[in-house]
């Protein structure tokens, strides 16, 4: 908290004693890469806290917070956790692009390749699930139900991931990497159920897993196309296993 930094001035302290991110401005600082930056990922949790430089006092509460940082910049953003620096660490923190760095479109003919590859294990085992044969049935059908569950583990990483490059990533009321652990525990619960009612419960999760990105992942910095491509390979992954759960009803 604020109180571990007795070296900064009192008013950055009481700044951060109401709020976790403060905003250190002299009034002619350009901060509005910054407030964009903050109320779009951090809305309500910060403050600006502007020192004119023609007030000695200000100059010298300035002064105290550059020794008690090392950094000179303005604006500067500081939080409960100490000194971030300016505008770049402040994008680099929440985990935005710079304006300059290129971003992966999922659209990209590799990754497409790559997304089209996973769907091969699902359409491969649903046809194959209708094969007369009983032995080959059963090991199709468990083979459908084991990579659903391990796919759905990895979509429920990906939140993971996002938290590690924005600590402030959540899911509903829940923190990013809370969610993460929820899509493989309930896949792994759907494997041990009989096998129609597995493949019929892992259908459901895909969609119900799509539906909560969706949600979640609609007003973040996502690569053009992802959740259009998400929605693509779900829909395949979902077909497929409505394909074995046919199977086993016809059979």
Not at 89 to 100: K, V
Not at 212 to 233: A, E, F, I, K, Q
């Amino acid at each position: 908290m604020a109180e571990t930094n007795p070296d900064w001035p009192e008013p950055v302290r009481r700044a951060l004693d109401e709020y976790p991110i403060v905003l250190v401005t002299s009034g002619l600082s350009d901060t509005r890469e910054a407030e964009a930056l903050l109320d779009r990922q951090r809305p309500g949790e910060w403050t600006r806290l502007e020192w004119g430089m023609g007030s000695a006092g200000n100059r010298a509460a300035f002064h105290q917070l550059q020794q008690a940082t090392g950094m000179r910049m303005l604006p500067l953003v500081v939080t409960r956790e100490g000194a971030l620096g300016g505008v770049p660490e402040l994008r680099a923190w929440l985990g935005e692009a710079t304006p300059d760095t290129p971003r992966t479109d999922a659209r990209d003919p590799v990754l497409t390749v790559l997304g089209a590859g996973g769907l091969i294990p699902f359409v491969f085992f649903g046809a194959g699930a209708w094969i007369a044969h009983p032995e080959w049935q059963a090991f199709a059908l468990n083979a459908l139900a084991l990579y659903g569950a391990v796919i759905l583990a990895f979509l429920g990483a990906i939140h993971w991931g996002i938290h590690l490059a924005d600590r402030s990533h959540r899911v509903g009321p829940l923190s990013g990497p809370a969610w993460a652990v929820i899509p493989p525990v309930l896949a792994w619960l759907a494997v041990l159920q009989p096998l129609p009612e597995a493949i019929m419960t892992l259908a459901v999760l895909f969609l119900g897993v799509l539906w909560v990105d969706r949600l979640s992942l609609r007003d973040r910095r996502l690569p053009p196309g992802y959740l259009t491509l998400r929605m693509v390979l779900t829909t395949g992954a979902i077909l497929s296993l409505a394909a074995g759960l046919g199977a086993v009803t016809v059979g």
